[in-house]
């Protein structure tokens, strides 16, 4: 994904499916300056993890 799209979505009002390698995710925020996302796994909320937006896909 890239970082425009990626501001798109969170500016979504709708939710939009993302996965990170596979996984559904909820992005918090996004690092304009590392290029990463807050990310966290839909199954998993506690799980935080900071992850390049270019792994992140959408589906």
């Given at each position: 994904?890239?970082?425009?799209?990626?501001?798109?979505i969170?500016?979504e009002?709708?939710?939009?499916?993302?996965?990170?390698?596979?996984?559904?995710?909820?992005?918090?925020?996004?690092?304009?300056?590392s290029?990463?996302?807050?990310?966290?796994?839909?199954?998993?909320?506690?799980h935080?993890?900071?992850?390049?937006?270019?792994d992140?896909?959408?589906?």
């Amino acid at each position: 994904m890239d970082s425009e799209r990626l501001k798109e979505i969170l500016r979504e009002k709708k939710k939009i499916e993302v996965h990170f390698h596979g996984t559904p995710v909820w992005i918090k925020k996004f690092d304009s300056c590392s290029q990463t996302a807050l990310v966290h796994s839909i199954l998993n909320p506690v799980h935080q993890m900071q992850v390049k937006v270019d792994d992140l896909k959408e589906v």
